[in-house]
């Protein structure tokens, strides 16, 4: 009899722990759910795919398959990456999110043939026609965040750019104020003189 009641015990001990557990996994689920619940399904889709690329590396840093400087600014460039996501969806209020770039000053090569001096760029700038710069993010380094232009974006401004001929006023600096990007080439002619 009493081997009985033991066993009873241990069974109601067992069900309570597996109910308290369910009711914690479903409290961390609806706690996630409802914060990601205040965006709409393309911003969660892509925070999910930043959650998964930190999995990603995570799993790697686990297994000693990268240094924990790569770790480190990885991690580092997913966290910027999520902050800007969020920012522009909230700034916006649409449910989109353009294709991010995040680059530290050294890695501008990996974006331009010719790296720009990141100390020109200004917000919502076009740069090399591919990019517009978003802001500088500091996420324990800076990175710089680029959104690139859909090909429609570059195809309207490059036929802007053919409509609107370039005129370079002295002191205008690095073209930003003529509708020119960073690391644009601007050429000029000096105008003939009319006849009189």
């Known amino acids: 009899m009493s081997s009985l009641i033991s066993l009873s015990r241990f069974f109601i001990a067992l069900s309570l722990l597996l109910l308290l ?3 914690a996994i479903a ?8 914060r990601d619940s205040e965006f709409g399904p393309v911003v ?12 990603v590396v995570d799993d790697r840093a686990s297994r000693r398959e990268i240094t924990s400087a ?6 580092n460039r997913i966290r910027a990456l999520r902050q800007m996501a969020i920012r522009l969806v909230r700034q916006s209020g649409n449910d989109y999110v353009p294709e991010l770039e995040a680059v530290t000053s050294e890695e501008l090569g990996t974006l331009f043939e010719m790296p720009p001096n990141p100390t020109t760029f200004r917000i919502n700038e076009i740069v090399a026609n591919k990019f517009r710069f978003l802001a500088a993010v500091h ?16 195809a309207d401004l490059m036929q802007r750019q ?15 104020a003529s509708g ?3 690391g644009q080439a601007t050429t000029t002619r000096p105008r003939r003189a009319a006849p009189k």
Request: glycine share 10%; aromatic share 12%; charged share 20%.
């Open 139 to 154: 996420s324990t380094e800076v990175f710089y965040l680029f959104a690139r232009l859909d090909p429609y974006e570059q």
């Open 70 to 75: 790569y770790y480190r600014r990885n991690s």
């Open 44 to 55: 969660s889709a892509y925070l999910g795919y930043l959650n998964n690329e930190q999995e």
């Open 162 to 176: 053919k409509k609107e001929p370039i005129i370079l006023s002295a002191g205008s600096g690095n073209g930003a």
């Open 180 to 182: 020119q990007g960073v």
């Open 21 to 23: 557990s369910a009711a």
């Open 27 to 34: 409290q961390r689920a609806g706690a996630s759910s409802s």
